[in-house]
Structure formats: C-alpha cells, structure tokens
C-alpha cells in the first residue's frame, strides 16, 4: 500500500510539473530554466512510466495557440520537438535558448493570424 501511495504521489507531481514547466520560462526566472527539454532522450537512463506515458500523448496531440497556460506549454513541446527534429535531419547548427525562445514568440504570433489558420 506504500509503494501505491508513493507511486500516486510521484505520478501527481510528475504531472502537474510537466503541465505548468514552461511557466518558467519567464524573466522572473534563472535563464537556465529555458534549457529544460522534458522530451530529452538521455541514454542509459529508463524514464518513469507515467513520465513517458504523458510525453507519448503529447507527443502528436494536435495543438492550437488558445493562449492559456496548458496548450501553450503543449504547443511550446510540440515546438521544441519540431526544432530538435529539423536540427537532426537538416545539418543545421543547433538553435541556443535565446534563439530558440525567439522564434517561437514569432511562431505563437504567427499561429494568432487569421490566414495561419
């Protein structure tokens, strides 16, 4: 029964830390936060279930700029995705945190148009 508890416990916090990561990617926030990638492969390392199961239905959700909180944090997981797809197929140079922060503020505007859709 403690194991279950723990495992609760654990998959409640992985959850809620996954929906809301990228409310720390505001200036009131150490740089450093912008560098967090949640969908990141680290070899050798097994990733917790529940971790992987919400990567898994984000991974290819459909997802709308609707400006609040959880589709933006969807859509900048599907963004992030996108650029680390397109770096490794294309050659390019890896974006930096900056640049990467830019042109995804230029995508969110971008999607706010009218003839986007």
Request: glycine share 4%; aromatic share 12%.
């Amino acid at each position: 029964m403690r194991d279950l508890a723990s495992l609760v416990l654990h998959t409640s916090s992985m959850r809620e830390t996954f929906e809301r990561i990228y409310e720390f990617h505001d200036s009131a926030r150490h740089p450093k936060w912008k560098d967090v990638n949640l969908a990141q492969e680290i070899p050798g390392w097994k990733r917790f279930k529940p971790a992987a199961d919400w990567l898994a239905r984000h991974r290819n959700a459909s997802v709308v700029a609707s400006g609040d909180g959880n589709s933006s944090g969807n859509l900048k997981l599907a963004f992030e995705q996108f650029i680390e797809n397109y770096v490794a197929t294309t050659g390019q140079k890896a974006l930096s945190a900056s640049e990467r922060e830019a042109l995804f503020i230029k995508f969110e505007q971008f999607l706010k148009q009218p003839s986007a859709r």
